[in-house]
């Protein structure tokens, strides 16, 4: 079993639609859950950290839910800018610092 | 200003031999990592040191060695070029370990190194 699943998609909605992704995690010791994205043939680059509480970043709101294992991203009012790759982290924070990424969802913004 | 950067960008190279891959970062971070992204784009975990001193070292060939000669700089040497080893590798750090919470653990990535063995 992997330890982060993502649905790969791809997604692919009108600009100023919201899109919502998923990603669930099999280890309930991890601790520290990020959101990346990657453009085509570029680096990850962070978008959110999520606590626990939940955070908002403008456009952009990360949910963490303990108990069932899972963490959320919602995308309000995409933009064109929006397509790429979403990778989500898990972090066990164990003595090995293990860092496990998802495969990534595909989200392409039509204009 | 570049926060993470990594030499050489593109590297070809014939089965066998041995190349090396160096990163270097200057946000003052305690921790550094090295990442494989294959065909499939999916990234996992190789090293990751923390204040010079290894940490995690996942399942990875021996003839995969990283050096880290001091905070800044975590270096990859790879030693017999085989077919499999064709993909991008990312260098990247963080503020420190991963830790509950997570703040200060988030990972800042140098641009990749696209390594092809022919």
């Known amino acids: 079993r992997k330890e982060v699943e993502q649905d790969p998609g791809p997604f692919n909605v009108p600009e100023g639609a919201t899109v919502a992704f998923n990603c669930t995690y099999s280890n309930s010791a991890s601790q520290s859950f990020f959101w990346y994205r990657q453009d085509c043939r570029k680096e990850p680059k962070l978008l959110m950290s999520?606590?626990?509480s939940g955070n908002e970043d403008g456009r952009f709101t990360a949910q963490l839910n303990r108990a069932s294992q899972y963490i959320s991203l919602l995308i309000r009012d995409s933009k064109l800018s929006d397509s790429a790759t979403y990778l989500c982290v898990v972090n066990l924070a164990n003595t090995g610092n293990q860092f496990y990424f998802g495969t990534g969802t595909s989200l392409t913004v039509i204009p | 200003d570049t926060a993470v950067s990594q030499t050489p960008k593109y590297l070809v190279t014939q089965m066998g031999n041995d190349k090396s891959i160096k990163c270097e970062q200057n946000?003052?971070?305690?921790?550094m990592y090295w990442y494989k992204q294959d065909s499939k784009k999916f990234l996992k975990i190789m090293f990751s040191?923390?204040?010079?001193?290894?940490?995690i070292n996942e399942t990875v060939p021996n003839r995969f060695s990283p050096k880290s000669p001091d905070k800044a700089h975590l270096n990859l040497h790879i030693n017999s070029l085989e077919l499999g080893d064709s993909a991008v590798y990312f260098c990247?750090?963080?503020?420190?370990?991963?830790?509950?919470?997570?703040?200060?653990?988030?990972?800042?990535f140098g641009p990749g190194t696209r390594l092809t063995v022919t």
């Open positions: 999520v606590y626990s």
């Open positions: 990247a750090s963080s503020q420190r370990r991963g830790a509950s919470g997570g703040r200060g653990s988030e990972q800042y």
């Open positions: 040191y923390n204040n010079k001193e290894l940490i």
């Open positions: 946000l003052g971070h305690d921790t």
